[in-house]
């Protein structure tokens, strides 16, 4: 909060969450590190496979003009056909 005027910046521990405050005296680029590998698309998938979720995982690169559609778009509508 860069409003609260209260002397302390409390930024860093904004930015790298609450995940890790219990690790105050750990540098803050060591933290940043650490919360990057956790919290990403390949340790996601790797702990998706690991519990044999492979059947509802999508790993392909995400590309919103190839291999996306809208909640309410129908695939028959994508395709260029009418309304189901």
Do not use: C
């Amino acid at each position: 909060m860069s409003n609260a005027n209260d002397g302390i910046n409390l930024e860093r521990l904004e930015t790298i969450g609450d995940s890790f405050l219990k690790y105050e005296n750990v540098h803050e680029g060591k933290l940043s590190h650490l919360r990057s590998k956790q919290v990403s698309n390949l340790n996601l998938y790797r702990l998706g496979k690991r519990k044999t979720l492979g059947e509802f995982m999508i790993a392909t690169k995400f590309d919103p003009h190839d291999n996306w559609l809208p909640p309410w778009l129908l695939r028959s509508q994508a395709a260029g056909g009418g309304p189901d």
